[in-house]
């Protein structure tokens, strides 16, 4: 036991293993790339493979990465910025806490600042669009490097400072998975940083510009759809800053290292894909009647309730169980001292936050129509995701708290959705 506390060996291994990681370190850019190639051609098919591949110069932009690391320099200088409460993580096996910034809220106000002052001032955002494809290309790059250095610096530290889950001892693996939990220059936690800042609040930047440039072209309004759209995903990464503390106590930050899975998520997978319904638009201009605009508001309204309620329930409860607002709950003790919630919303279903975040996801691809399938992607790829990490979450409790899990699990029997599943 104790040589398990100080130097965690992952055993039972996940995402398929080697091969499986080896899969996906290969697999996850072709599929970025496919989708933006996809996106911008217009039969925008899904499921067949563009005709003509652009030239590779298409790809590659000197611009486009000097305007990436410009834009990594601001939000690392912005978290920088000692503004905004400081809070401790959950206690690491070396019994240490960690502190993180609580700012990202004010970050991206500080950075719609700055978009704006440079809007009025002629900055030509609209233009974006255009070196998406190199902009995703360097984003790539910088994951890649990026974890390829946290590979390395993960040799430099103590075997207590290990992930328990990307230290399996074969290099594609923990390559993939991470295998620092908390890789840090001094007080900068590289993880933290990267969950929501750069790519989320990058992925906001980009709808803005594709609703810009859609704005030009249509004599300076969006469409219906594309503020829908842009609404939503807005109303997503505000709340995420806003509610920043909460990612203390989710899976990436306290079971995950940081690794390619992360790395690569965080600066490349989410603001390239996750901003393709605006993309889509933009080539592919949907007409939205008002009353379906507002059903489509009212199912995004329901998923963010629920997916808000969750979240802080289960982050008020971890952080004080005697806070007011939870301490009504019917709990179950587990014998790590800390107690599971088995009613309010983590008693409808076991991971009650994952099926608000599937409305909303679909919610927000509902504008785009129902001519093509590329706008779903989202939807079935976080489908896939959260089944995927609603499994993996049940194994490490499982682990965590044996016995009670069961009782929690006999007593909540639906993993996500009521009923169904
Ligand atoms: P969760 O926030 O769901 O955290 C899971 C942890 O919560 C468990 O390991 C356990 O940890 C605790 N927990 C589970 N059940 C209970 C219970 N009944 N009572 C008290 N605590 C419980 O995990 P995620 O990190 O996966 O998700 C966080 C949010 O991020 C979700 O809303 C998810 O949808 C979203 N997300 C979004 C993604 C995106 O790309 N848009 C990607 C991934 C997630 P412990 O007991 O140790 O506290």
Wanted: net charge neutral; proline share 7%.
């Amino acid at each position: 036991m104790a040589h398990q506390q100080t130097s965690p060996r992952s055993d039972e291994l996940e995402f398929g293993g080697p091969l499986g990681t080896a899969a996906m370190l290969l697999l996850l850019p072709v599929v970025l790339f496919h989708l933006l190639l996809t996106c911008h051609s217009g039969p925008c098919s899904l499921l067949s493979l563009p005709s003509e591949l652009p030239p590779a110069s298409a790809f590659w932009s000197p611009w486009a990465l000097l305007l990436l690391l410009l834009w990594l320099g601001l939000q690392a200088t912005l978290y920088l910025l000692p503004m905004g409460k400081v809070s401790e993580g959950r206690m690491l096996r070396d019994k240490s806490h960690l502190r993180y910034p609580i700012n990202g809220f004010r970050c991206l106000g500080l950075t719609a600042l700055l978009v704006g002052l440079g809007l009025a001032g002629g900055l030509p955002l609209g233009s974006l669009p255009e070196l998406l494809l190199p902009l995703a290309s360097a984003a790539a790059a910088i994951a890649f490097i990026l974890s390829l250095l946290l590979y390395l610096k993960s040799f430099t530290v103590p075997p207590s400072a290990l992930a328990p889950g990307g230290n399996s001892g074969n290099i594609v693996y923990d390559f993939f998975l991470g295998r620092e939990l908390n890789p840090r220059f001094g007080s900068f936690d590289l993880k933290y940083f990267c969950e929501l800042r750069p790519g989320m609040i990058g992925w906001a930047l980009i709808n803005l510009a594709v609703l810009l440039r859609e704005a030009e072209r249509h004599g300076g309004r969006p469409s219906l759809a594309m503020g829908l759209v842009n609404a939503f995903q807005l109303v997503y990464v505000v709340d995420a800053l806003w509610n920043e503390e909460a990612i203390l106590t989710t899976m990436d930050i306290i079971h995950d290292g940081f690794g390619f899975m992360l790395a690569f998520g965080d600066l490349a997978w989410v603001p390239f894909t996750y901003s393709l319904q605006a993309q889509f638009l933009l080539n592919h201009p949907q007409s939205l009647e008002l009353p379906v605009a507002g059903a489509i508001c009212l199912l995004f309204a329901i998923g963010y309730f629920i997916f808000r309620g969750a979240n802080t329930q289960k982050n008020t409860f971890r952080r004080n169980p005697s806070d007011p607002s939870v301490a009504g709950l019917e709990t179950i003790p587990t014998a790590t001292g800390r107690r599971l919630l088995v009613s309010g919303w983590w008693g409808m279903v076991r991971h009650p936050n994952y099926l608000g975040d599937l409305i909303m996801a679909l919610a927000w691809s509902l504008p785009c129509g129902v001519t093509h399938l590329l706008p779903y992607f989202y939807v079935v790829y976080f489908t896939i995701l959260l089944v995927h990490r609603e499994d993996r979450d049940e194994r490490q409790c499982l682990q965590k708290y044996g016995l009670a899990w069961r009782e929690y699990c006999t007593r909540v029997p639906y993993r996500i959705v009521p009923y169904i599943y």
